[in-house]
């Protein structure tokens, strides 16, 4: 559908209230990216979870990667609200992500690698949903509602990687049912099954 580009007052607002909304775009697509690629790597990982030890790795890696297919799910409305776009290409898409570390451990169930690599996801995560609070604190309440609320879950998530890896207590209390994403499900409701 071609023609004149519409008034979109729910963009010009922001740009008035001093937004780089391409920026922003730009910023959203990118991490994104990360949660889409992330839950395929959690994936990955969880089935390498394997004998005793491994049983008692899987529920929280599970627990994990469900809430970053709930990320991802958070980001597209938004997205396409802004005026930004999915690529068109899922191998760009994937690209985007700039995760190359994302590889199974050279041995590939060796658990305390594995934990490792999960740490290593969910700290870059943080820093990723804090620079999108970052730009729109006291711009646009509604990316950063969205921004803060997955922030709250990756910040659940390295404390229980952190647990695991070095026994820093992380006060967790175990999530009602795996996909609960306490924080994210009001901004993910096509993941809801009734
Ligand atoms: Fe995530
Ligand atoms: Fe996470």
Redesign the pocket.
Known sequence: MAGKAPHVVGVEVLKKNGLDVDELVKQLVANSSV?FT?YYYFTLLRANCTGMDGEGMKGVIEDARL??LS?FESCIERIYQLGGQLPRDAADYIKMAGCEFLQLPSDPTDLKAILKKCLKAEQG?IVNWNKVCRMTHGKDPVTHDIARD?LA??IE?ESWFLELLHGRPSGHMRRRYSGERPHTRRHSRALDMA
């Open positions: 949660e992330a809430e970053d990320h995560a997955i879950e990756e998530h």
